[in-house]
């Protein structure tokens, strides 16, 4: 893992790359190269002890051509403008692919959510939104969760910008965000979407490469809202998950995983570590676990050259966004291991999100059946046109990806023209 990683130049070379195969022209390789709107603000948040924290936070709108500009809200300590410009893109890359009509945005608040107390979250979260005043909305910016926020944020985000407009408008203004409760205007299958997403590539592939999913055997990196749908779905699915590792540590069962059992520990802890029916292991023996597929589904940058060359798997099915970088992906390519990129693997959230919108708008429930249904088109839909172009362009799934969207969105560019 490099320490100096710069995530928004990886995304940008991956942008260049893609642009040469399809011939983008340059004016628009100019304006994707930088998002529409950087937002940065400073808040105050009163904490449990009477102290005044300021905390800062930031919004990036990176493209709007398609539709509103969405994008998840993350709370971590490390975050940086940098990252959240790199995430912001990723958004505008994944949305054109997926035929998705939003654009791309990222936000996020620096500071470790599991240092706070609820009410101090909800403090933060409800003055953050504040912050952001009418630079989001359900018609311009879409909040989702991301890292560090889930369900109960996204009540409170609603909550706060619902009561910032008038009585007559207040409920039109649930779709202002998505990922919510279910009890608030959520959807059926929010939650477990993008692992879900992860998993329908995961299988996809393992189809055409004529392998069978029973007992193959799998590594997951990251166990939260990613990492634990997707390794509970393969589990239910008949593949062994062997190896599982967290911000706490990493754990080993050549048997397979109870992942059921795990995620009833990780809701009681808040981490793996300490899981009785597993043995703990090293992050680099996490990475050295012989096995068909590995998740990562924690953070950007986990794979450099050092996890690339230690993996013993297939395929990497990218859970999290921008895990491997550059140099790691170099040598996966080299070593012929194959990678569905995160802007076609983890467009299983995204989709849903836009499933939950639409609901909001018009005033409908769907069934689980139905969401899981629709999410599975377009993740094969998008699945297909990224491994035929891959095929015929005899680029890796990354290039493809990037250059499926990038198609998609030049079209519209070139339809509207650039105003004035
Ligand atoms: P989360 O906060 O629910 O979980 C993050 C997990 O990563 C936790 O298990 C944490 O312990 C682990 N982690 C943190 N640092 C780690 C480290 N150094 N080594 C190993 N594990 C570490 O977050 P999430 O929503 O599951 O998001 C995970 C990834 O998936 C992120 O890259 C996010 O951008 C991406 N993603 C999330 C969604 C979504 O719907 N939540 C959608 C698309 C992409």
Known sequence: MADDYAFF????????????????SPDLSAILAEPNTELVVHFPVRMDSGELRVFTGYRIQHNNILGPYKGGIRYHPQIHLDEVKALASVM???????????????????????????????RLTRRFTHALGNSIGPDYDIPAPDVGTGPQEMAWLMDTY???????????????????????????GRVKATGQGVVHCLVEWAREHKLPLEHSRAIVQGFGNVGAHAALLLDAMGVDVVAVSDHSGSLRNDQGINVQALNDHVKRTGAVRGFERADAITRDEFFATPADYFVPAALENQVGPHEANLLQVRLVAEGANGPVNPEGEQVLESRGIDIIPDVLANAGGVTVSY???????????????????????????AYRKVSDFSRDYRVPA???AYAVALKSLSDCYAARGIFP
């Not at 130049?9 to 983008?24: G, P, T």
């Not at 409920?171 to 009890?183: E, L, S």
């Open 162 to 188: 619902m009561n910032g407009t008038g009585a007559q408008q207040k409920n039109a203004q649930r779709a202002v965000v998505t990922g919510k409760p279910i009890a608030c205007g959520g959807s059926y």
């Open 92 to 122: 505008t890359w994944k949305t054109a692919l997926l035929d998705v009509p939003f654009g791309g945005a990222k936000g996020a608040v620096q500071v470790d959510p599991r240092l706070l107390s609820e009410g101090e979250r909800m």
């Open 398 to 400: 990354r290039v493809a």
């Open 9 to 24: 130049r990886a995304v940008q070379s991956y942008l260049e790359r893609a642009a040469r195969v399809i011939d983008l």
């Open 355 to 381: 499933f939950e919108w639409l609901q909001n708008k018009r005033m409908e429930r769907w069934t689980l059946e139905e969401v899981d249904s629709k999410l599975e088109t377009m993740m094969m839909r």
